[in-house]
């Protein structure tokens, strides 16, 4: 397979000496036969199936046409995109050793909604030690989980705020934090830190780099806080998961100003929902719709992205409003918009005309 894209690639580039020979004229009245016949192919052959080999010449050839002439390939940019991520997908595929502890038996499963539905005033933990007692060791977390599982509480509810609630009232002084990563054309996995303000959504992209340090991770984290500037007075909690990215000397950094840091639970991205799901809008409206290059590419596309979702972009937390941009006045006048493209028409932003 690997001597097939050699040779191919052999064969178009002594085509490219042998072309250099050749007269203007000649080359374009060839183009224009070559069109021609495909154009009378197309109405004839059936949908074609290239190998992955004939896949990585056609791709790696069409960066050099123009936009319109993309458009008379027999593929379009979907179909690039997804032999990029069927790449990716081969690249990263291992063999799974385990799959985690043993499942609990359904005796076991049995007994504790048993005993949360007789004692309606026991938690997870009072549970797991009357299950210690009876002389079944399970832990307090899988107790809540078969609880949960079950649409059981673990406990009745006390007199006091939601979740939702709470993080809405307090909102003022959070900041979430996050990693995620991309993988580049050429399969080089590149990790990206970002920070959100949660009161005004605000988000701040740290950077972007093939091997996340520990020292790394710190230096961005004192960036941000000079970023901040006097606003980082008002700022109490900070959200993270556990990666082991976020090092001793990165919490320090938040220590020193007075900002208390909390972890989420192991695998719950849902504690982290504001960073989560900017995450996943970055990648169904950017990275999912483009090839990454390299680190300065992506660290452009982000800064690019970065700069729409927080002047442009609406939220419906914040009444539609951007949050570095305020709602304009009602407009009773003929409606006259313009539009500004993005990431090279990936992202529209459109305008009153002043």
């Not at 390939?73 to 991520?85: D, E, I, S």
């Not at 502890?101 to 026991?122: F, G, K, M, Q």
């Not at 009232?169 to 991309?182: E, N, P, S, V």
Request: glycine share 6%.
């Amino acid at each position: 397979m690997a001597l097939r894209l050699v040779y191919l690639i052999f064969v178009r580039l002594a085509g490219w000496v042998v072309l250099l020979g050749r007269s203007q004229r000649s080359k374009e009245a060839e183009i224009l036969i070559l069109r021609h016949q495909v154009a009378v192919l197309r109405r004839q052959a059936a949908r074609p199936r290239p190998s992955w080999a004939d896949r990585a010449v056609i791709s790696a050839l069409a960066r050099l046409l123009s936009p319109a002439g993309r458009r008379r390939l027999f593929v379009t940019p979907g179909t690039l995109l997804r032999w990029h991520a069927e790449l990716v997908r081969r690249r990263w595929t291992f063999k799974r050793r385990s799959h985690g502890r043993p499942a609990t038996c359904a005796s076991i499963r049995a007994l504790v909604l048993r005993l949360a539905r007789e004692n309606s005033l026991w938690g997870y933990r009072r549970i797991a030690g009357e299950l210690a007692a009876l002389g079944y060791r399970v832990g307090a977390s899988t107790v809540w989980l078969i609880l949960k599982n079950g649409g059981i509480d673990p406990a009745p509810r006390r007199a006091g705020p939601t979740w939702s609630e709470f993080l809405h009232a307090q909102a003022t002084g959070i900041l979430a934090c996050d990693f995620f990563h991309c993988d580049t054309v050429l399969f080089k996995r590149l990790y990206c830190l970002v920070v959100m303000e949660l009161r005004t959504r605000r988000v701040h992209v740290l950077g972007a780099t093939e091997h996340p340090t520990g020292l790394w991770v710190a230096q961005q984290a004192r960036n941000l806080m000079i970023e901040l500037g006097d606003r980082a007075e008002g700022l109490r909690f900070l959200i993270r998961d556990r990666d082991t990215k976020f090092t001793t000397i990165f919490g320090e950094v938040f220590t020193a100003e007075g900002i208390h840091i909390i972890k989420t639970p192991p695998r719950a991205p849902r504690a982290n929902a504001f960073a989560e799901r900017w995450i996943g809008g970055l990648r169904r409206e950017v990275l999912d719709r483009i090839l990454i290059v390299n680190a300065r590419h992506l660290r452009r596309v982000l800064a690019i992205y970065e700069a729409h979702f927080n002047e442009h972009r609406p939220h419906r937390s914040l009444g539609h409003a951007a949050p570095l941009r305020d709602l304009p006045d009602p407009v009773e006048d003929d409606i006259k918009v313009i539009r500004r493209d993005r990431l090279g028409e990936l992202i529209h932003e459109y305008a009153q005309v002043a």
